[in-house]
């Protein structure tokens, strides 16, 4: 099974700041196979990033995804204060695994 | 777009077995256009992927729960279900069901998620 290791594990930031958050696998994932999730309290994980680097359906521009093999990056580029949530990294090889999240608290 | 909503008991006795059923609008379960997934998040934790099922019935499961999983389809409801058997205070979580288009590996539709308590 991939272990998905995401850091760090609470980023704090202030509105118009920009987040980088890491999400790095125990073996080499290939790129059509990671996402990331966005989470807020009480609500559904939504699609954020697929394919490494293609944003879903009405996600913002400034979200991007990069990355590959073990690495993978999400790249919020300029945070408004909606975007303060948990941060999932997901990889699909035989079996699908999240990563253990990402808080991202204002500053 | 596909909406999902969860449905089932909110408690269920350690020793038993946890029974939640997605229903579906928006799509059809009976198309080959996705597949239809359980997800679970413990309280506080983070997300784990229980299993999906394809229309025609084929299933994969986590192997750390496969022992205990049922996915099933009941197309003429347009409905997908869980059992998992043999449920501890572990289990306890909030269930989502959440579908991936066809070959894509990532979810893009979710229930907004039951919560199911594992207690005496």
């Known amino acids: 099974e991939i272990v998905l290791t995401q850091s760090p594990g609470t980023l704090s930031l202030s509105p118009g700041e920009r987040a980088t958050l890491s999400c790095r696998a125990s073996?080499?994932?290939?790129?059509?196979?990671l996402a990331w999730y966005q989470q807020k309290p009480g609500q559904a994980p939504r699609l954020l990033i697929y394919?490494?680097?293609s944003r879903a359906t009405g996600i913002p521009d400034r979200f991007s995804g990069s990355g590959s093999g073990t690495d993978f990056t999400l790249t919020i580029s300029r945070l408004e204060p909606e975007d303060f949530a948990v941060y999932y990294c997901?990889?699909?090889?035989?079996?699908?695994?999240f990563g253990q999240g990402t808080k991202l608290e204002i500053k | 777009q596909v909406q999902l909503q969860e449905s089932g008991p909110g408690l269920v006795k350690p020793s038993e077995t946890l029974s939640l059923t997605c229903t579906v609008s928006?799509?059809?379960?009976?198309?080959?256009?996705?597949?239809w997934s359980w997800i679970r998040q413990p309280p506080g934790k983070g997300l784990e992927w229980i299993g999906n099922?394809?229309?025609?019935?084929?299933?994969k499961y986590n192997p750390s729960l496969k022992s205990r999983v049922t996915i099933s389809v009941d197309m003429s409801k347009n409905q997908f279900s869980l059992k998992l058997r043999s449920v501890t205070a572990a289990d306890t979580a909030v269930y989502y069901c959440?579908?991936?288009?066809?070959?894509?590996?990532?979810?893009?539709?979710w229930g907004q998620g039951t919560l199911v308590t594992v207690s005496s």
């Open positions: 073996q080499s994932v290939s790129s059509s196979y």
């Open positions: 997901q990889q699909y090889d035989s079996s699908y695994t």
């Open positions: 394919g490494a680097s």
């Open positions: 959440a579908s991936a288009f066809y070959g894509d590996p990532h979810f893009v539709y």
């Open positions: 928006g799509g059809s379960v009976s198309s080959g256009t996705y597949y």
């Open positions: 099922i394809y229309f025609i019935g084929s299933t």
